[in-house]
């Protein structure tokens, strides 16, 4: 799973990537001043284009950084919250 998509909880364009360790991450389409991830396209599929992300390091040339969904989602904390209390 990869490219662009929204996110169940609040309907905001996410993009899912893979990491390093080839789980699957939805961030930010839109790079942000607090931004510490580094999206990079790896091709296509199926005309999609695919994506891999790494958290950006200090040795890496100023760019575009992205944020985690999972940190600006504004339901998604709310959502996950509601169930560990359930
Ligand atoms: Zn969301």
């Not at 992205?66 to 919250?81: I, N």
């Amino acid at each position: 799973m990869s490219g662009s998509a929204t996110c169940k909880y609040c309907d905001r364009p996410i993009v899912w990537a893979t990491t390093t360790r080839g789980s699957n991450m939805c961030v930010d389409p839109n790079p942000s001043t607090r931004g510490d991830f580094v999206l990079a396209a790896t091709g296509t599929v199926d005309g999609k284009v695919q994506f891999a992300v790494r958290r950006a390091l200090d040795t890496d040339a100023p760019g575009r950084r992205y944020t985690s969904h999972f940190d600006t989602c504004p339901q998604w904390r709310h959502t996950a919250a509601r169930r560990e209390s359930s």
